[in-house]
């Protein structure tokens, strides 16, 4: 085991108690971590642990959170999609990720004047290549009109500038189908909250 990551994994067990719940440095990027960790470790602690933190944040998910992904609802439907995906929950007809999708719906795109990952439509795009590129028809962010009105969107967006999110998302949606790129995902994400699992 590489002593990185074990120092990693010390720095994040104490460090569970804070109440942000976010992707990037709360406890929905913690939980990803130790539910990863778990498998490498082949210790059922931190299955548990990340079982704790999972719940605490379903616990806390609140109707007036932002949109965005590193605190909001993009974030944690990342971390749901992740989390099914990886075979670490179960969630087989899309009923918890299709409710987080529509509240990621609520938000008008075509208004969204920030362009970030964290807070803005590179992250909404982030997370929606990520419920698209899971090839279930039954993916309630998948309607017409919403693609539609966020195709509009990242086309303006990269008027302003280049995102890498946003390029790959219009791509998928022209056509061009391809595994979700997880390590390029985690790369974009900022400081100590960068983490690339063995994937």
Not at 47 to 72: I, K, Q, R, T, Y
Not at 76 to 98: A, Q, S
Request: glycine share 12%.
């Amino acid at each position: 085991m590489d002593a990185h990551i074990e120092q990693i994994a010390k720095s994040l067990y104490f460090s569970c108690k804070q109440f942000d719940i976010g992707l990037f440095y709360g406890k929905m990027g913690r939980c990803l971590f130790f539910f990863d960790y778990s498998r490498v470790t082949e210790l059922r602690a931190f299955e548990e642990l990340a079982g704790e933190l999972l719940d605490e944040v379903v616990e806390s998910v609140c109707l007036g959170m932002p949109v965005g992904l590193s605190f909001g609802w993009c974030g944690i439907g990342w971390g749901v999609e992740y989390l099914v995906r990886k075979g670490f929950v179960e969630d087989d007809d899309n009923e918890e990720r299709n409710k987080i999708d529509e509240k990621v719906m609520e938000y008008d795109v075509r208004r969204l004047g920030d362009y970030s990952l964290a807070t803005g439509l590179e992250g909404i795009s982030w997370y929606v290549l990520l419920r698209l590129s899971s090839g279930d028809k039954g993916v309630r962010i998948g309607e017409k009109n919403y693609l539609s009105d966020l195709k509009s969107a990242c086309e303006k967006a990269l008027k302003k500038g280049r995102y890498e999110g946003i390029l790959l998302l219009l791509d998928f949606l022209n056509g061009k189908r391809a595994n979700y790129p997880f390590g390029e995902f985690f790369s974009q994400i900022p400081g100590e909250a960068h983490y690339i699992p063995d994937m």
